[in-house]
């Protein structure tokens, strides 16, 4: 399945809410605030969704806001599922530990769209060596922080002043564009609105 190439509003607007896939703009000037209806001619008129519906919605509504294909969506479910873990929780675990998803967290990038690009450029280190691969999983004790000399870019340089509120599994020392994995996340860590237990049973089914 090819990358959802969508507009970022109409993504949203498809699962019911904010995905934040637009970094600042979600929050000062959304399309969504104006027009919280799914798109299409018929987005006014939702009908009452069945308990497969729900889940499918839960499911693409997750795998959007972490910018992930199905396929690989889905393969980070089945490693989940083979775990000891709870199932819904160790998935979210390893979303929230992507590379790309942690350059967000720190701050490095104002989405997770923006923080994969900044990824794939090759602009982040890991331990001191460049790591360009957004699905790499960091470890508790991984530094994270912008190549020394991609530091002076703008979009860096004006982080260097900036206080940044970071997961408290994560530390972040703006003047060295530095961050560091204290711990693993807990489920009270993600701030996002998700149901996991809906994605357990969609691929359950």
Request: net charge positive; hydrophobic share 30%.
């Amino acid at each position: 399945m090819a990358r959802n190439t969508n507009p970022d509003c109409k993504q949203c607007r498809r699962e019911g809410c904010k995905l934040f896939l637009k970094g600042e703009k979600c929050l000062t000037n959304c399309p969504f605030d104006k027009r919280p209806v799914a798109p299409g001619q018929h987005g006014t008129g939702r009908k009452k969704v069945s308990e497969y519906g729900l889940q499918l919605r839960e499911k693409q509504k997750v795998r959007r806001t972490y910018g992930m294909l199905e396929k690989q969506f889905r393969l980070y479910y089945e490693k989940a599922a083979k775990g000891k873990e709870n199932t819904g929780w160790a998935l979210l675990k390893m979303l929230e530990l992507r590379l790309d998803n942690v350059v967000y967290r720190l701050g490095l990038g104002s989405s997770r769209t923006e923080s994969r690009q900044i990824v794939n450029h090759g602009h982040i280190t890991v331990n001191g060596k460049k790591v360009n691969i957004p699905s790499y999983q960091v470890k508790v004790g991984d530094v994270i922080a912008v190549k020394e000399n991609k530091q002076s870019l703008e979009m860096f340089a004006s982080l260097k002043e900036a206080k940044i509120n970071t997961p408290k599994w994560l530390e972040f020392d703006a003047k060295s564009l530095t961050g560091k994995v204290l711990a693993l996340p807990e489920r009270e860590d993600i701030d996002l609105d998700i149901k996991e237990h809906l994605i357990v049973e969609f691929y359950s089914r």
